[in-house]
């Protein structure tokens, strides 16, 4: 019995959510008295994947093969599916993200497995493995068991501290039975925007609302996350009219972040907004409108218009940087 953890890469380096996923993983296998292996797939540079000892894992499974630098769901499956055999696994983690939402599933489908997706707590192994997540979004809290013998979760990004040590993974190559034929998806092309951080990994986000009228107003959002070194966000209709693209839009429908600072202009504060938000550390609400739901989930509130607040804030803060 162990445990293994999906460990997913970009352009060669280890998210930060996935190394929260080993240090949960770890955390589990300490609890199951066991230990953890990695499997990372793609191409990724030794120290990478022997750096993962410092967030807990004692082995890393590496599939090197281009093919898999970009993440298809089936194949890395069908990885896991091999890798969970070969190391007699029953617990099999993953990061609440874009990958592990597409992977778990199928995965769960293959190993018959109990699946809990977005897992706030560490398992509750006294009396079964009851794991925590939020439901109803953000509204209420669900205990769930999984009872059967096989047992997958995904970890909600942002939710663990890193912790790392000093220790480093043994490497080991593994090469699963894939063929050309079980790639069903074929990547035309990446478009990466230079410079852009991206949001489920930002620890400052900068979000704007409607309250700022149109998309020629961005400059003010801009300029505050480039002084901050933050990633900007939206409300989904300002993604929906087009003012910013929606890979920007946050909340029910649109990415769940977690930064250590939020900082919200000119957004209402509607539920479904809150419902990718109200996971970050500290929130900072600007509104001229004193009633905004928003100011309820704010640990800080300025009621003031965007358009003058916003511009001393950026100058104050490059006159504290400077
Ligand atoms: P508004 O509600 O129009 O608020 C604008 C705010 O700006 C107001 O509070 C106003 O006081 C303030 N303001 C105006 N001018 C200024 C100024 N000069 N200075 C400072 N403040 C100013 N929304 C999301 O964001 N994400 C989702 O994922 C999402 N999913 C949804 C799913 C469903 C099924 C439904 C029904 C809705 C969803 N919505 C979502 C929409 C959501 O209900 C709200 O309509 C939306 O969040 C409002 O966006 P907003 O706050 O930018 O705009």
Known sequence: MSVIVFADQQQGKIKKAAQEA??????????????????????????????LGKHGAKKVLHVADARLNEIEPGVCAKILAEAVNQ?????????????????????????KAGLV?????????????????????????????ISSDKKIVS???NTFNLEPGTATADVATF??????????????KVETVEGEIPLTEAEIIVSG?????????????????????????????????????????????????????Y?????????????????????VVINKDPEAPFFKAADYGIVGDAFEVVPKLTEALKAYKA
């Open 155 to 157: 970890v909600m990004p």
């Open 87 to 111: 190391e007699s696994a029953s617990v099999v983690i993953f990061t609440h993200n874009f990958s592990g939402k597409a992977i778990a599933p199928i995965l769960s489908a293959k190993l």
């Open 209 to 261: 609302g409607r309250g700022l009228k149109g998309p020629e107003n961005w400059g003010l959002v801009e300029d505050l996350a480039h002084v901050l070194g933050a990633a900007t966000a939206c409300s989904r209709p300002v993604a929906d009219s087009g003012w910013r693209p929606h890979h920007e839009h946050v909340g029910q429908t649109g990415l769940t972040v977690r930064p250590n600072l």
């Open 263 to 283: 900082i919200a202009i000119g957004i209402s504060g509607a539920i479904q907004h809150l419902a990718g938000v109200n996971g970050s550390k500290v929130i």
């Open 117 to 145: 997706t977005g897992a706030i707590s560490l398992p509750d192994t006294a009396s079964g493995f009851v794991v925590k997540k939020s439901v109803f979004s953000g509204k209420a809290f669900a205990n769930v068991n």
């Open 175 to 188: 090469s699963p039975s894939i063929s050309d034929a079980d790639f069903k998806i074929k990547m035309v």
């Open 22 to 51: 080993v240090e949960y993983a770890a955390k589990v296998a300490a609890q199951l008295g066991t230990d953890v292996s990695a499997v990372v797939v793609g191409e990724v540079a030794n120290e990478e994947l022997t750096g």
